[in-house]
């Protein structure tokens, strides 16, 4: 068996990996990354599944436990809520951006204030309605009617007065998805 026949199910895995990840770095998620995840892991499973033979088990198990770690990783939330602190100094530089900004690996259709707090949604949050994240003042509650949404929005504090947020379709948590959620709350 080649090299090249062994390994490109591996490389599309982990290139989907990164996908995924990049897909829930927001509330909401975006929904393109989240696609091009799906399309690449089947890819992958196809070319894994048809040329087992003359693979170590070690080899083997790639596939399945890099799947794995990485939908449990995504749909926890924890690769969004740690690349927010990292983010969190410069997202505050946005809010005199109206027209949408991006930083780092953020990507916002608006940026807006209102009663006291900026609002930022992110772009191709196709996971929800509507999400993205808030800066309130100090002393300052996010209202959970954002914008002329048609649900209320559901709050995660982020601390320093910082919210993650959105209008769910189905009650999805905040961080990361999970298609088995089924119910949603709006208290802050």
């Given at each position: 068996?080649?090299?090249?026949?062994?390994?490109?199910?591996i490389v599309c895995c982990l290139v989907a990996a990164v996908a995924l990840l990049y897909a829930v770095v927001l509330p909401g998620g975006y929904l393109t990354w989240l696609w091009v995840a799906m399309v690449l892991w089947l890819v992958a499973a196809v070319g894994w599944l048809r040329s087992p033979a003359g693979r170590s088990w070690p080899i083997r198990?790639?596939?399945?436990?890099?799947?794995?770690?990485t939908?449990?990783?995504?749909?926890?939330?924890?690769?969004?809520?740690?690349?927010f602190a990292w983010h969190r100094p410069g997202l505050a530089q946005l809010a005199a951006s109206p027209l949408g900004a991006s930083h780092g690996l953020y990507r916002f259709s608006a940026v807006w204030s209102h009663d006291g707090c900026v609002t930022y949604v992110t772009e191709d949050s196709g996971?929800?309605?509507?999400?993205?994240?808030?800066r309130c003042s100090p002393g300052v509650r996010p209202s959970p009617r954002l914008g002329d949404t048609a649900g209320d929005a559901v709050f995660e504090p982020l601390g320093d007065d910082w919210y993650a947020f959105t209008v769910p379709r189905s009650g999805s948590p905040v961080w990361g998805f999970n298609p088995f959620a089924v119910g949603a709350t709006t208290e802050v």
């Open positions: 068996m080649s090299r090249v026949r062994t390994w490109w199910p198990l790639v596939l399945p436990v890099v799947s794995v770690v939908m449990v990783v995504a749909c926890s939330g924890v690769a969004g809520r740690v690349l996971m929800s309605h509507f999400a993205g994240l808030v």
